[in-house]
């Protein structure tokens, strides 16, 4: 089981933050560190001092760290326009070497695009289609040759579709609790499918969906990674759960129902029975990142039994 750090930067992180709790991610083996890609902060938090642009933040990283993987749950599509996108994640790509994973989704908060005079399309999830067609038609196009498409959204004519990434395949990830179209999407462009703060239940029934899409479209099912993001708060003991659970304004009850909480054993049990349904990686949303304890705990308390099991 990968663990990999996810953190919510939009509720108030500066780069220099994002920068500390990512050296930590690469020093204490976690597989990777995403973050969220959001312009305003959401629920009480002041988001002070202000948000920080997820790709920005991941060419910083790129040059700073050495190991980890790095990426986005979920770039929003509404954000950019897929032929910037593709040179921005290209060039990200080669300036870490190869370590560039990219999470597209449609775009969901229209306050953000409000606050930011960002357009906030009525027909978004057409649009994220035809970015994830040009995206990877960029990346893929041969040197030398031209990339053209002509869509509904979005026309491109003799694109050079360069920069190429440093990777010969940038992995993709798609993901979402859509009952038709998500799935679909995901069995055509997806190297991965991540469920959303998902109970196990939920995950098993759209891990099935993704599956059976993969499956029609004459795809190995098991081509696809599986992986959840889930809430993180786990102490020594109840006093140290309940601590963090109050720092982040959450209930100790809530976080142990919907996302991964209490006792190192407890949360590797629940992240085993994730494993069962078939999940192969795990993100764990950090909400408090001045708190490097708390993932210097997970590393040495939880990870062990999960190699263990």
């Not at 990426?71 to 509404?78: D, E, I, N, P, W």
């Not at 978004?124 to 040009?134: D, M, T």
């Amino acid at each position: 089981m990968d663990l990999r750090i996810f953190t919510e930067p939009q509720q108030g992180a500066t780069y220099d933050t994002l920068l500390t709790v990512a050296k930590a991610t690469e020093d204490l083996g976690y597989d990777a560190f995403f973050r969220s890609d959001h312009y305003l902060r959401m629920g009480s938090s002041d988001g002070l001092p202000g948000p920080t642009d997820a790709w920005v933040t991941l060419a910083g990283l790129a040059r700073e760290t050495k190991r980890i993987r790095l990426g986005t749950l979920m770039t929003a599509g509404t954000f950019r326009l897929p032929g910037v996108l593709a040179i921005q994640v290209a060039q990200v790509d080669q300036m870490s070497g190869g370590r560039v994973e990219l999470g597209l989704g449609a775009g969901w908060f229209e306050e953000e695009h409000t606050a930011y005079g960002i357009p906030f399309p009525k027909e978004k999830f057409g649009r994220l289609e035809e970015q994830l067609a040009i995206v990877t038609g960029l990346w893929e196009t041969p040197v030398g040759k031209t990339f053209d498409y002509d869509g509904t959204y979005y026309q491109l004519s003799e694109s050079p579709a360069l920069p190429k990434p440093a990777q010969t395949k940038v992995p993709v990830l798609i993901g979402g609790h859509g009952a038709t179209r998500t799935p679909r999407l995901a069995a055509r462009y997806a190297d991965e499918f991540n469920m959303p703060f998902a109970s196990i239940e939920d995950s098993e029934r759209q891990f099935g969906r993704v599956r059976a899409a993969a499956q029609q479209t004459g795809r190995r099912a098991d081509d696809i990674v599986y992986s959840n993001a889930l809430v993180a708060c786990v102490g020594k003991d109840d006093a140290e759960v309940a601590r963090r659970a109050a720092a982040i304004g959450r209930e100790v009850d809530d976080l142990k129902a919907n996302g991964l909480a209490g006792s190192p054993a407890e949360v590797a049990d629940k992240i085993g029975r994730y494993a069962e349904i078939g999940a192969r990686r795990i993100y764990l949303q950090m909400l408090d990142l001045d708190d490097l304890d708390h993932l210097e705990l997970i590393s040495s308390t939880v990870a062990p039994q999960l190699a263990q099991g």
